[in-house]
């Protein structure tokens, strides 16, 4: 008793003496209905930090099949059912609608006390596996976008609510037109560094002008994330995440989604055994940057598997400390049909069993709702 009021006193006057500011959460009824934030003296309020103890506990609400619905309810719904507060809401800005800063989404997630955190996805359609013609990486590297981008980035500095964003969802698979397959993979003599696989460099280069352009325009409410897949696909030299990476002024947070199976005919695999393969790579892209599973999920019915004990699997190993540099998580909280007519579920309401493994173990106090700001 005595040793954890000493270690919240520590963590307090830690956070006093470096500036960092709270973002401190609302009620619904578990909540208040409106965010406040308390600014400790020096803090910018601006960069999301990585918890001094614990995870933060984020989450994509079932914000439709488009990803961009948000709502209160979808929040309020899965707070509810899962008995924990968000730290942020995820969702998609897919420029498909055009570039434009989704102010309206925003405003709701901020009004519930809940950190907006954007996917940029520069995509023409839904449709994975597809070329994309309009917003290439080549077109955002040569400034096509700009007038738009600046734009985005002038609203969301207006806001002064702070953001969390990322570019690239998954970059190293090949389902997103952002991957370095079709741009170029490992070859090395058609853009940029000879010595450099093109598809990876093309992808770094569009991240840093978007970056570049919101630092011109001041945006400087926003914490940076990359996201990569655990495996890549293709299984490819080229495709390590390293060559992905921007470098560490551009980025803040590490993130990556880990899934189980998603169709019956996948192998089984546990969350741990995921993270075992994939934690060496994925903290050597930038030793000491945070690390957030900005996806993770695993379907129903499967022959060889359980989805109950696999989220038990993989919340009691995250509450054992198996992964230190892993700080934040964010369960894809969907369902949707494929094209042979199956239904992927990963929602956590698909069973009792299942809301109950996620219920018991979410509410651990190493799993965090206030984030930390400085």
């Not at 008995?83 to 009004?111: C, M, Q, R």
């Not at 519930?112 to 077109?139: H, Q, W």
């Not at 003599?189 to 990876?200: A, R």
């Amino acid at each position: 008793m005595y040793k954890k009021v000493y270690i919240y006193v520590f963590l307090f006057l830690s956070l006093l003496i470096g500036g960092c500011s709270i973002f401190t959460v609302p009620e619904h009824p578990l909540y208040s209905p409106t965010p406040t934030y308390t600014v400790l003296p020096q803090g910018g309020g601006e960069k999301l930090e990585p918890p001094p103890f614990g995870i933060y506990h984020g989450a994509f609400p079932d914000f439709g099949p488009t990803e961009d619905v948000v709502t209160r309810d979808a929040v309020l719904d899965f707070e509810r059912l899962v008995g924990k507060k968000i730290v942020w809401g995820y969702f998609s800005n897919n420029w498909y609608n055009g570039i434009v800063f989704p102010k309206d989404a925003v405003e709701t997630l901020h009004s519930l006390g809940v950190v907006p955190f954007i996917r940029l996805m520069p995509r023409s359609s839904l449709d994975t596996y597809i070329e994309e013609d309009e917003f290439t990486l080549d077109k955002i590297i040569r400034g096509d976008f700009d007038e738009e981008l600046r734009k985005w980035a002038q609203d969301a500095k207006d806001t002064g609510i702070p953001l969390l964003l990322e570019f690239g969802t998954e970059v190293n698979g090949d389902w997103f037109p952002w991957c370095g397959a079709p741009n170029g993979g490992g070859q090395t003599d058609g853009y940029g560094d000879p010595t450099y696989p093109d598809g990876p460099e093309r992808f770094k280069d569009a991240y840093r002008h978007i970056h570049d352009i919101f630092q011109e325009e001041g945006a400087n409410n926003i914490t940076w994330f990359i996201h990569y897949i655990a495996y890549p696909w293709p299984e490819a030299w080229w495709n390590k995440m390293s060559y992905y990476y921007p470098g560490d002024d551009y980025v803040d947070w590490i993130g990556v989604s880990v899934y189980g199976p998603l169709t019956p005919y996948e192998e089984w695999i546990e969350f741990p055994e995921i993270m075992n393969d994939i934690y060496d790579e994925l903290t050597s892209v930038s030793p000491g940057k945070p690390v957030a599973i900005l996806e993770w999920g695993v379907i129903d019915n499967h022959p060889f598997g359980d989805k109950a004990e696999w989220i038990r699997n993989a919340l009691t190993s995250l509450i054992d400390g198996d992964w230190p540099a892993v700080k934040a998580i964010s369960y894809w909280h969907s369902s949707w049909e494929e094209d042979d007519g199956t239904i992927t579920n990963l929602r956590l309401d698909s069973s009792p069993d299942v809301l109950e493994a996620y219920r018991s173990l979410i509410k651990n106090d190493v799993f965090i709702d206030t984030p930390i700001f400085h």
